[in-house]
Structures are given as C-alpha cells and as structure tokens.
C-alpha cells in the first residue's frame, strides 16, 4: 500500500537532490503548518446520530490564503489529505498564483445519505472548522465527490456565522450564489493548454489517441476536450470498468449510455476492458484522471503510452517515475497539469472580493495565459536541469517558495 503523503515527500527529496535548497525551506515544507481533525454528529433520517470524522490540513501559506478541495470519500484519511495539501502548495505556486496549500476531507460514503443528511453533515463540517476558515485564511472548494451544491450549503454556513457576504470563503459554487464562468471545465481545459504547449516539442501527433481513466467531471470533460481538439479517445473508464475502440469512442453517446444505465457495463461497439488495461493500451497520450497511487513499479514497465497528462492528484508513484523516465514516457506532473482547477479558482476569489463577474471568454482567455506561460516555463527549467518535467516543476514551485520564505 502505497502511503500518499510519504510519495509526496519523496518526489520533494528528488527535487532537493537536483538542485539544493536551504534545509530548512525543505523541513518546514515537509510538515504541514496545521493539521484539524473534528468529529461532526449528524441526525440520520432514522433519528440515530452518527458521527463522521473530518480533516482539514493546512500546509503552506506563505503565497497567500490556504486553498485545496474537500472530498467525500470512504477511504479518506489524514496520510492521503495531507499529501493533496502539500501538492496543492507546490501547484499553487507553479502556475504562480497567489495562494497556499490546504486540503480537507469528511471519511464517508455519501451515496448512501440523502440530501437532507448530506446537507447537514456538509454544514457540519463548516461548523467545525469555522475558527480556520475564511477568504483571508483558507479558502476550501470541491474535489472527489463534493458539488457546486455542496459548496453553497457551505458558503451559506459560513454566512451564518460571520456575517461575511463576500462569498469569498469557498470557492467552486454555482454561478447563481457567485461562482465562476468557466469552472466546472477549468481542470480539464487547463490540462489540454498544458499538453498543446508541451506536446510539439515531444513530437506528439496533432491527432494523438488518447486513453482516459476516469469519468468523473475531469474525465469527462477531458475526453470532451479532446475530442473537440481533433484527437481520438480509444479508451474511458469509470471505477469499475472501461471501453476500448481502437477507431474511437463517440463519447458524447458514452456519457448519454452511462447516465441512461448507470454503468458502462454493455455499450454497444466497444471492448469492455478493465481500469489495468486501460493504463497499459498502446496509445500516444494517457490521461489518468482518477485517485491516487494508479501507475505504481507493479504496472510501469507494462505502460505504452508516450505521453501522460496526470489531470489526478498523485496518480504515479515515485518508483514508477523512475521507471518511465527510463523508458523515455514523458510525464506532465500533476501539479502542472491539473492546476486548471486551482487557477480559477483563484479567480473565483478574486472575483467574489471586488464584486465583479467575468465572462466565460475572459475567464478562458486568462487561464490560456497562465497556463501555456508556466508550461513553457516549466520545460525550460527541464531543458536547463537535463530532468524530468516532475522535477523541474517542483524546481519551480521550490523557487518561488524560497523566495517569499525566507
């Protein structure tokens, strides 16, 4: 079993060892400054009360506000939210905006509660975390499993409580309670600006395959994306299975089969693979868009792509890093390729705190920008360093962490 928060040091001590850094910058950086574990008590719709566990780890915020989703997973630990903060500082301040690292989680399975009882352990949570929270202190938003509903029972709690009306203390709501034009998208969009940046000088086809694990939102959209950019997606999968069509998926008719049956399971003109054979398909981009931990030692060598785009948090372990580097795969990082999702975000806060709203265009226009910018920033600093694009974005990152840390 592979520990998240270990991986995560690891790929720090890498970087470390390419180019060296005051020790204490990288001490202080391998220790969250806050971790808050709260119990929230919620009434079930059977009148028992029944009590979830919930984090909040606040890593870094020497760049600014502390900034990182909550999720609403089963497997959800403290080990696994501290590492999504520790990267979400290091992504923050690759894509150079003006924010820090935070993280939370609630231990649940919430398709087994109903609304009324997901409402009330979501306002629980805000209750509980209230003294941490603020758009001046950490500025939660959704990850796996949390919703633009969610995050409006949420900011609303927090409303209650401090009177704030900024609706700045969390971010991803719906555009109707101050949300940003061009969020629901901004992972996955962020994701393809990165890889049309990087993708030339990798030699990459303009009408590459592409394999995507994942039929989240980021998936999802993802595979959209793609497509509509001229590439063909040969392969999906969601949690439990996938679909495999060497001329490719129609995957607008995949999104309609799925929501129409609830499954992947039986769509017509396409090979049902597993998640595992999906990561080891010949194909020139694989996109895992899942958890953590799916490319490890044990999978690796096995792996054909040429090209991976991490839109997951933490999906290649270290070893596994080792072992496509060697192989000549070329990985865009994570805290490059996903940090769409951050980035407006940030505009979503920056938006709320002066009362203005952009339109979808602007909002594109400006995450094109920064994205395209730090991407080439990025190779650079791989071309300078003779490594990896991982290790060259946290070489970023590390600069301008130092630089404010001092």
Not at 10 to 39: C, G, W, Y
Not at 85 to 112: D, Y
Not at 255 to 266: A, D, I, P, V
Request: charged residues 25%; negative net charge.
């Amino acid at each position: 079993m592979h520990d998240a928060f270990q991986n995560a040091l690891t790929q720090l001590a890498r970087a470390h060892d390419l180019k060296e850094f005051p020790r204490d910058l990288i001490d202080r950086l391998s220790s969250p400054n806050r971790e808050v574990r709260i119990s929230i008590p919620v009434k079930m719709d059977s009148g028992v009360i029944k009590v979830f566990e919930g984090y909040r780890v606040q890593h870094n915020n020497a760049r600014g506000p502390y900034k990182g989703g909550i999720r609403f997973h089963p497997d959800t630990d403290v080990q696994e939210v501290k590492a999504l903060a520790f990267w979400m500082t290091l992504k923050c301040a690759v894509v150079n905006i003006p924010m820090g690292g935070g993280k939370g989680g609630i231990s649940v399975e919430p398709k087994n509660l109903s609304k009324r009882e997901l409402e009330e352990l979501s306002r629980g949570f805000v209750r509980g975390m209230f003294d941490v929270l603020g758009p001046q202190k950490d500025v939660p938003a959704p990850d796996v499993n949390t919703t633009p509903e969610i995050m409006g029972w949420m900011v609303n709690e927090y409303a209650l409580l401090s009177s704030d009306t900024s609706g700045a203390s969390f971010t991803g709501k719906s555009l109707l309670l101050g949300g940003s034009e061009g969020r629901v998208t901004a992972t996955s969009l962020g994701g393809l600006y990165v890889f049309d940046a990087l993708s030339r000088w990798y030699g990459v086809p303009a009408n590459a395959s592409v394999a995507i694990q994942g039929m989240g939102n980021v998936g999802a959209h993802a595979a959209e994306l793609f497509t509509a950019a001229g590439h063909k997606v040969i392969a999906v999968s969601d949690s439990k299975q996938g679909l495999f069509k060497e001329d490719g998926l129609d995957i607008l008719e995949v999104e309609r089969y799925k929501k129409e049956h609830g499954t992947l399971f039986g769509y017509p003109g396409a090979k049902s693979i597993t998640n595992e054979e999906l990561l080891k398909l010949s194909c020139d981009v694989l996109i895992p868009a899942a958890l953590e931990n799916q490319i490890t030692e044990k999978n690796a060598s096995n792996i054909q792509a040429r090209f991976i785009v991490e839109l997951a948090n933490g999906p290649t372990t270290p070893e596994a890093d080792e072992i496509l580097f060697k192989k000549g795969i070329t990985i865009v990082p994570d805290i490059l390729a996903n940090a769409g999702g951050v980035t407006v975000s940030s505009f979503e806060w920056e938006q709320n705190l002066s009362g203005e709203h952009w339109s979808k265009e602007i909002v594109e226009e400006k995450l094109k920008t920064i994205m395209e910018r730090e991407a080439l920033i990025v190779y650079e600093k791989s071309i300078a360093l003779k490594t990896d694009l991982r290790r060259a974005a946290f070489v970023v990152a590390l600069e301008r962490l130092q630089s404010v840390m001092n």
